[in-house]
C-alpha cells in the first residue's frame, strides 16, 4: 500500500502544543504533518499524537500505530526516550482512540500499513522527546533560578553538577507544563544514541511468550457468548434457510442469527457454536456468480490486457525505441489471487448497549471500524467504542472491516456482548484476497543485450478505487503499479500503463503490500530474461543498468555474501542454482540471493536465502532483521505453493494444508545484512517479500533452465 500525503507546511509551534494533564503533569501534543483525512465527511485534517508525562515521572505515549509482530511499539518509543533520555522501561503505551488526527503522515489515514511506522515517525516523535526534554530542563533551571547551559539530564533526572542538585522529570513537569513551546529544538548527534540504532529486545515479547499479552481473540465479557458463522460460499450469494430448530437441539446453543448473505450461532462457548451450525445446515442461493472459476478470471483478464491501459509512466519515447531496437522480447506473467492466513483468527466482540456500541478486536484501522460499526448500528460515530488489541498477524487483512460490520450486525440481535470467531476455513474462504493479475512486458535491446525500450502493462484489480478513490486518479491505481515505475535501472525509454479488470463480484485488498510484491517478481523476472539473452552473467548484467549507488551497494554485497559465482554442491541427482533480485521499493534498497534445490520430481527447496538492505538509519536492527526473515518466508511460502482458485462460483482451498505456511523445517538459512546509513529511514515491513519471489524464481530458473512467469512455482516445472 503507498498513500502518500503532501506535506501541511506546519509551523513547531502548530506543530507541538502543550498543557497540563488533569491531577498534575506534562501533556505534549504533536500535529504530525501532511495529509488528509481518510473519512470523507471528516471536516478537517489534525493528525496527532499525545506524550504525558505525569508526577511519578512516568511517560506514556499515546500510540498511533497498531503492533502486528512487526516491532512498533518497540522501535517507536525508542525514537521519544532517546531525545527525552529516559529509558525504555520508562514508557508505557496506550492504543490510540479512533481519531482522524491520530493519522499516518506519510498516508493521511489512521492506519498502520505501507511500511510506514518508522518513516513517518523518524523526525515528529524525536522532535517530541527533545522538546519535552528543553521544557524539563528549563522547569529545572527556574526551579533552581540558574543558567540552563548548565544543566544535564540523564535517564529521566535533570542534574546540575556544580550546585550538586537533581531533580526527577515527575518533580518538574507542572512547572514546564506553563513554559512556552521552544522554537527550535537540537536532535541528538548519532553518534551519542544511546537507544536509536541499538539492538533492542522487543517489550512485547515476554508477554506473548508467557501468555499475558491480550489479542482480540483473547476478549472475554461478563456474560459474554460465542458466535461462528457461515457466509454464502459463493460471491454474491444469499442465505436461503437453515434448519433452526435442529441447531437449538444442541447443548449450549442459544440463538440463530440470519443475515442477507451469512448464519450465525451463538452458543455458550465455541464447541456447541459449531456443532449448532453444523446442524442448522444452511441452504444458499448462489446467484449470478455460480459458475465462476479461475479461468474465466484469466481469459478475461487475457483479452482486457490486450488493449491499451492508462499511462502511469512514460520518459523517452518506448514505442519508437521498440522499433529501432536490434532485437525484440516478450513476456507475460500471471500471478493468482492469495489469502492473509493470519495466525489469529478473525474475530470480534461486540456489545450494543443503550448508549452505543462497544467493540474489542485487532484492527489496522480504528477509525474506519468505528465509522463502520456506527453505520451498521445506525447511531454517530462518537457512540461506538473501538478497544484495539494486539493483532495476531495483519498484512493488510486487518486494513477490512467486513468481519466487524458483520459482528455488529450479530450482536445487534443479541443481548448482552458476544464474540464472533470465523473458523480457519471461513476464513479462507471469504477472505479479502490479492488480487490475480496479468502483466504484458516488453523490451528492445541492442546488439549488446542492453534495454533500449521498455513496456510494462498492469492488468488487474485496483484496490485504490475502493480504499481509497481519491488516490485513484486518471484510470491509474498507485499502488498496482508501484515498483514497476521507479526501477533501480537506466532505461532510455520506458511506458507503463495500468487496466483496471476487476475479477467478478471477488473482494480485492492490499496483501502485505500489493504492487512492489507482484511487481518484483514481473520486473525482475524479466530483468533476468534479458541478462540471459544476452548471455551475460544476472549480477553483472544489473550494476550495468544500476543507476544508484546505494543500489549498486547493496547488489554488490549481497553478491559477495552470498558467494554468487562460486560453484553449488547440489545433492545427488538434483540440480542446484542461485538466483538474485533487487529493488528499490518503500524507500529502501534491498537485494536477495535464493540458492535452491531441486529434486527428480521437480520440488523446489529454498537452501539458503543472503538479503542485504539499506533502509536508511536502522533504528533497531534487531527488528529490521525479523522483518525481512519473517517478510522472507511469507514470500516464499507464496512463491512456491500457494493460490486462491475458483471452481462453481466456490473458492477450492480451505486451511493451512492447502494454504501452505513454510514450516520449520522447510526454511532455509537467511543471512540478513544491514547496510550502515546516515539516511532517513525506509521501511522494513514489506520489502523481504517483494524481493523474496523473484529471487527464487530466478534461482529455480538457473537450477534447471526453465523460466517461471506463473505462479506458483509448484506444478509449473516440466521434467527433464
Known amino acids: 500500500m503507498n498513500m502518500t500525503a503532501p506535506n501541511a507546511g506546519l509551523s513547531r509551534r502548530g506543530f507541538l502544543k502543550l498543557s497540563a494533564v488533569a491531577g498534575g503533569g506534562l501533556l ?54 532517546e531525545e527525552l533520555d529516559v529509558s525504555l522501561d520508562a514508557v508505557k503505551l496506550e492504543h490510540a482512540p479512533p481519531d482522524p488526527r491520530y493519522a499516518e503522515p506519510l498516508i493521511g489515514a489512521q492506519i498502520t500499513g505501507g511500511s510506514t511506522s518508522i518513516r513517518g515517525a523518524w523526525k515528529p516523535m524525536r522532535e517530541a522527546g527533545a522538546t519535552a526534554r528543553v521544557l524539563l530542563v528549563q522547569a529545572a533551571a527556574k526551579k ?21 542538585r537533581r531533580a526527577g522529570y515527575g518533580e518538574l ?41 491480550r489479542f482480540g481473540i483473547d476478549v472475554v465479557r461478563p ?26 437441539k444442541v447443548k449450549g446453543v442459544r440463538q440463530i442469527v440470519k443475515l442477507d448473505s451469512a448464519v450465525a450461532v451463538v452458543a455458550d462457548h465455541m464447541w456447541a457454536a459449531r456443532q449448532g451450525l453444523a446442524a442448522c445446515a444452511p441452504r444458499w442461493n448462489d446467484g449470478a456468480h455460480a459458475r465462476l472459476d479461475t479461468a474465466q478470471i484469466f481469459a478475461h483478464l487475457e483479452k482486457s490486457s490486450e488493449g491499451p491501459g492508462a499511462v502511469a509512466h512514460r520518459s523517452g519515447d518506448a ?56 453505520q451498521t448500528a445506525g447511531i454517530k460515530p462518537e457512540q461506538v467504542r473501538v478497544h484495539n488489541h494486539l493483532l495476531g498477524g495483519g498484512f493488510g487483512r486487518r486494513l477490512e472491516v467486513d468481519f466487524i460490520a458483520q459482528a455488529v450486525a450479530i450482536a445487534k440481535q443479541v443481548r448482552g456482548p458476544v464474540k464472533v470467531v470465523w473458523s480457519r476455513e471461513e476464513d479462507v474462504q471469504h477472505d479479502m484476497y490479492r488480487p490475480p493479475y496479468l502483466d504484458r512486458i516488453s523490451a528492445a535491446v541492442d546488439a549488446r543485450g542492453m534495454p533500449v525500450a521498455w513496456t510494462h502493462r498492469v492488468a488487474g484489480s485496483s484496490i485504490m478505487a475502493r480504499f481509497f478513490p481519491p488516490a485513484f486518479k486518471d484510470g491509474v491505481d498507485p499502488d498496482a503499479v508501484d515498483g514497476a515505475i521507479e526501477l533501480p535501472y537506466v532505461i532510455p525509454a520506458m511506458q507503463v500503463e495500468f487496466q483496471q479488470v476487476e475479477p467478478p463480484a471477488v ?42 549507488g546505494r543500489a549498486r ?92 482458485t475458483l471452481a462453481d462460483g466456490r473458492v477450492q482451498q480451505s486451511n493451512f494444508h492447502d494454504v501452505r505456511v513454510m514450516r520449520m523445517n522447510e526454511a532455509p538459512q537467511i543471512d540478513v545484512h544491514i547496510v550502515p546509513s546516515a539516511e532517513a529511514p525506509g521501511g522494513v515491513g514489506e520489502p523481504g517479500t517483494s524481493v523474496a519471489i523473484p529471487a527464487v524464481v530466478n534461482a529455480v530458473f538457473a537450477a534447471t533452465g526453465q523460466r517461471v512467469r506463473t505462479l506458483p512455482i509448484s506444478g509449473q516445472l516440466k521434467s527433464a
Open 223 to 248: 456474560g459474554m457468548k460465542i458466535a461462528t458463522v457461515a457466509a454464502s460460499p459463493v460471491f454474491g450469494g444469499t442465505l436461503a434457510g437453515v434448519d433452526e430448530a435442529a441447531a437449538l
Open 144 to 164: 533552581w533560578n540558574t543558567d540552563v547551559t548548565t544543566l544535564t539530564t540523564r535517564d529521566g533526572v535533570v542534574i546540575d553538577a556544580a550546585g550538586g
Open 553 to 644: 551497494k547493496v547488489l554488490d554485497l549481497v553478491a559477495e555474501r552470498s558467494g554468487w559465482g562460486t560453484p553449488l554442491k547440489p545433492l545427488a541427482g538434483h540440480r542446484a542454482g542461485r538466483g538474485v533480485a533487487l529493488m528499490h521499493v518503500f524507500g529502501s534498497y534491498i537485494a536477495q540471493v535464493a540458492e535452491v534445490d531441486v529434486n527428480a520430481d521437480n520440488e523446489v527447496r529454498v537452501r539458503r536465502v543472503t538479503c542485504v538492505i539499506d533502509c536508511g538509519f536502522a533504528v533497531n536492527p534487531l527488528t529490521v532483521t525479523a522483518q525481512m526473515e519473517g517478510g522472507i518466508i511469507f514470500g516464499l511460502s507464496a512463491a512456491l505453493w500457494n493460490e486462491i
Open 173 to 213: 513537569v507542572d512547572v514546564a507544563a506553563t513554559l512556552p513551546v521552544p522554537t527550535t529544538v537540537t536532535l541528538k548527534d548519532p553518534k551519542d544514541f544511546r537507544l536509536i540504532g541499538k539492538p533492542v529486545r522487543r517489550i512485547d515479547a515476554a508477554g506473548k511468550v508467557n501468555g499475558s499479552a
Open 507 to 548: 473482494p480485492t485488498a492490499f496483501w502485505r503490500g500489493v504492487g512492489p510484491t507482484r511487481n518484483g517478481f514481473v520486473v525482475e523476472g524479466f530483468i533476468d530474461e534479458l541478462a540471459a539473452s544476452a548471455g551475460q552473467d544476472p549480477v553483472a548484467y544489473r550494476r550495468a543498468l544500476v543507476k544508484d
Open 319 to 374: 514505442a519508437a525505441a521498440m522499433r529501432t531496437g536490434a532485437r525484440r522480447i516478450d513476456a507475460v506473467y500471471r500471478q493468482p489471487m492469495l489469502a492473509h492466513a493470519t495466525m489469529e483468527p478473525i474475530n470480534c466482540t461486540v456489545e450494543v448497549k443503550p448508549d452505543g456500541v462497544d467493540i474489542w478486536v485487532g484492527t489496522q484501522v480504528p477509525g474506519i471500524a468505528q465509522t463502520v460499526a456506527a
Open 28 to 81: 505534549i501534543e504533536l500535529n504530525l504533518p501532511g495529509g488528509h483525512a481518510l473519512a470523507a465527511d471528516a471536516g478537517r485534517f489534525e493528525p496527532n499524537a499525545f506524550i504525558r508525562i505525569g508526577r511519578d515521572g512516568v511517560v506514556t505515549l499515546v500510540m498511533h500505530k497498531v503492533e502486528m509482530g512487526q516491532g512498533t511499539y518497540t522501535a517507536i518509543p525508542q525514537l521519544i526516550a
